[in-house]
């Protein structure tokens, strides 16, 4: 049985291979017989028919962006548009951008040097004369006595006077000698009494010794020196107090004339609120 395939050609005898397939070859010696041919033919001219074809996969992940690329070349400055000569008109100018916002205060910078002194300025104009509105009468009581001859107006421990220069208010009586307070406040008492020989003063206050003064007068050839005892103080009174000179005994030698005076004086400094 083999001998007459074996005497085909060899093209003939693969095409008859080929057509029955090896399954139908039940011949072994057969197929040996095809294996041991030389120089077989390719396989192509034995082909199985085409498959079907398959589906599409599924669209992959996009992938990541490239790199940037190098930077292009600069290109050619465009063509100037009219003529040359030609003035150009400056546009309308844009809106304004808003305010930025504010910096950080600075530091203090140091105290510079002090200047020289400016000129002075023109004098103004006198001012208008005030309305008077202090105080008045009663309310500002100022007083002074005087002594003006040898003979004292009365002859008790308190000094009187036998003149008067001021009465402000007329809380003075220089005939008791006495002040009497007609506003309360602070005020100041002073003398100066002439003497020819011993003097003795006190500034009474009712009744009360404020302060004392004594003083003698030196005496030449069996005449007498005349000199000048003096005194001051400043007191709070209230009103209705009462305020004089008193003599001490034995230490009363007042004198007095129209060239020598003797005086006392007193005046408001200024009134309690």
């Not at 011949?27 to 599409?56: F, H, M, S, W």
């Not at 006198?126 to 009468?137: P, T």
């Not at 007083?143 to 000094?159: M, Q």
Request: proline letters at 7%.
């Amino acid at each position: 049985m083999l001998s007459p395939l074996v005497s085909l050609p060899q093209g003939l005898l693969i095409k008859v291979f080929c057509l029955f397939g090896a399954d139908t070859m039940r011949d072994v010696g057969l197929l040996l017989l095809i294996l041991t041919i030389p120089n077989v033919a390719d396989a192509g001219e034995c082909r199985a028919p085409d498959g079907q074809a398959g589906k599409a996969g599924e669209p992959g992940i996009t992938g990541r962006d490239g790199r940037p690329g190098a930077r292009g070349d600069t290109g050619d400055p465009g063509a100037t548009s009219g003529t040359s000569d030609v003035p150009k008109k400056r546009g309308p100018p844009g809106d304004p951008g808003s305010p930025g916002k504010h910096g950080s205060k600075g530091h203090i910078g140091q105290t510079g040097p002090i200047g020289e002194t400016g000129p002075y300025g023109p004098q103004g104009q006198k001012g208008h004369s005030g309305q008077g509105g202090g105080l008045r009468g009663r309310e500002r009581p100022a007083f002074s006595a005087v002594i003006s001859t040898g003979r004292r107006p009365s002859y008790g421990p308190i000094i009187t006077f036998d003149r008067i220069i001021t009465n402000e208010g007329a809380c003075f009586d220089h005939v008791t000698g006495k002040f009497l307070t007609c506003k309360a406040g602070w005020y100041y008492f002073t003398y100066n009494i002439a003497t020819g020989g011993k003097l003795c003063i006190k500034i009474m206050k009712n009744n009360v010794k404020e302060a004392g003064f004594c003083d003698v007068a030196a005496t030449t050839n069996s005449q007498s020196n005349y000199q000048i005892n003096s005194g001051g103080v400043v007191l709070r009174l209230k009103k209705q107090d009462q305020v004089y000179l008193e003599m001490v005994s034995e230490y009363n030698n007042i004198y007095g004339s129209d060239d020598v005076n003797s005086v006392f004086s007193g005046f408001l400094l200024f009134p309690d609120q």
